[in-house]
């Protein structure tokens, strides 16, 4: 059974608290003196009333109805949407964005950590907005339900619910019996590395509004920038090391760093697959792109390595950020980082893409395969941090990664058949899917997606949702056993 009056409420109070941050950002506008303050006004008295519309209508659950595992993913999904529209309307209402589409599209993108952008000139936008943009992917970066069991666990047991449905990655344990106590864990990790970020950025020279902009998508693995340049705008060696340092962090599980640096147990990262398997990615792609930079004398040896390792993590984190356009580079050379597209960060982490849990559980499965060839009788288990990995999860992550590639294929047909060029139809399909902002083709590094046609937009906004989602948690909704009345 589906509780509907429950998830009523439960997205009123959603809507409730993004009213109050919205109220919030309108203080920036305030003490600027700029023109988009009434914009976000309007806008929280706007997702007020509808939050309190939902919350009345939902009731007071005198029953005392618990959150079901079904209640979770419909919770899930439809909180990413409404956030998305009511969080549209700061954008729309100030007229700084007319349509309505690209307001949705924007908001989504930032929501789910994308990046991707319609706007044409960031560097005319209001600091309200600028501020906002990147609060929805700091906000998206831990998701928003599970960001709200985290600072204010009101759902009671049904918490276990909502996170198991936004999650991401297959789960290893978790830090502590109560989720919410997990959560705000997390979250203190969250701003440590939001907070030292935006220090390290004001340090290096950038000025404190756009540090604390660059520091929020930073630890959200987002990627949107103030600058239409993105970093290269500053063209500061320090402020790419800055940031090279503190995606690499964001793409770590978030779990594993809590232990690794608040208990102290830097052994922890030692032993842990998946992280060794993250470093080792990083290592080779990051050589395989000097290597080729420098052998077709694009830039000398230490302008390499810089650029590659920068972009490496930068794609491989699914964050977006860009210190050059890599589509000009040899075509062997971005489609290298088209490949990483695929990886994500780890488990637990802000970033997206398949992740590196699923890949190493993947790769070690391959290769029992081949070993099972040879010795039939044998038993091959897989471990991961010295943890035999059930035959359900294998099953699983083989399933993700099959279905992952499916709707790559499905998204660049739907995007050839609505006119865009073959190798930028598929570059949109896999960075929606990975939420990463940026691509191969026409819209490559730093380029307004505001010329792709309307039904194009909508589309990549389903298509965010899905990959942030982890695909099944969206894709479930659409079946017919999902809604089975039992």
């Known amino acids: 059974m ?21 109220m919030l950002c309108s203080a920036i506008p305030l003490v600027c003196k700029e023109d988009d303050f009434f914009s976000f006004v309007i806008s929280s008295l706007i997702s007020a009333c509808a939050g309190m519309l939902f919350i009345s209508t939902g009731g007071s659950n005198r029953k005392k109805e618990m959150l079901t595992r079904r209640d979770g993913y419909i919770v899930v ?28 599209f924007e908001t989504m993108s930032g929501f ?23 609060l929805t992917q700091w906000i ?9 069991v985290a600072v204010l666990p009101i759902f009671g047991i049904g918490e276990v619910q909502l996170f198991a449905a936004e999650a991401t990655g297959p789960q290893r344990g978790k830090l502590h019996p109560r989720i919410s106590v997990s959560g705000r864990w997390i979250l203190i990790v969250y701003l440590v590395i939001t907070v030292c970020c935006t220090i390290a950025l004001c340090m290096s020279g950038m000025g404190f509004f756009d540090s604390i902009n660059h520091a929020l998508c930073t630890a959200a693995t987002g990627g949107f920038s103030t600058k239409n340049a993105s970093l290269a705008y500053y063209n500061s060696t320090t402020i790419e090391n800055v940031i090279t340092i503190f995606m690499f962090l964001s793409g770590i599980n978030y779990g594993l760093l809590f232990v690794a640096i608040f208990k102290g147990n830097i052994g922890k990262l030692k032993i842990d697959t998946e992280f060794k398997w993250y470093i080792s990615i990083i290592l080779i792609f990051t050589f395989l792109v000097c290597t080729g930079l420098y052998t077709t004398k694009q830039y000398g040896i230490g302008d390499s390595i810089r650029h590659s390792i920068f972009h490496v993590i930068s794609i491989i984190t699914t964050t977006g950020f860009t210190t050059t356009d890599y589509t000009l580079w040899p075509p062997f050379i971005w489609m290298l980082l088209g490949f990483c597209m695929y990886f994500g960060g780890c488990g637990g982490s802000t970033s997206g893409g398949a992740k ?7 790769v070690k499965a391959l290769r029992n395969e081949f070993n099972r060839i040879l010795h039939p009788n044998a038993v091959l288990p897989i471990r991961i941090s010295d943890k035999v990995i059930s035959t359900s999860i294998r099953q699983s992550v083989l399933t993700f990664i099959i279905s992952l590639v499916a709707l790559v294929f499905v998204g660049w047909f739907f995007y050839m058949a609505i006119g865009i060029e073959i190798t930028e139809a598929y570059g949109t399909s896999l960075a929606c899917i990975s939420n990463l902002g940026i691509t191969i083709g026409d819209h490559g590094c730093n380029i307004s997606w505001g010329n792709m046609p309307a039904i194009g937009k909508w589309f990549s906004t389903f298509l965010m949702l899905i990959g942030r989602l982890e695909l099944f948690a969206v894709l479930i909704l659409f079946t017919p056993a999902f809604w089975k009345h039992r």
């Open 2 to 22: 589906i509780h509907i009056r429950l998830i009523e409420r439960i997205v009123g109070i959603l809507l409730l608290i993004e009213a109050g941050i919205l």
């Open 77 to 104: 999904s439809i909180s990413w949407i409404v956030f998305s529209i009511f969080g549209a309307l700061p954008y729309y209402i100030s007229g700084y964005i007319p349509s309505f589409t690209d307001a949705f």
């Open 112 to 134: 789910t950590t994308t990046g991707a952008t319609i706007i044409n000139d960031i560097e005319i936008m209001p600091h309200g907005l600028l501020f906002w943009r990147s």
């Open 140 to 148: 998206g970066g831990l998701g928003i339900v599970f960001f709200t």
């Open 356 to 362: 590196i849990i699923r890949i190493s559980i993947l």
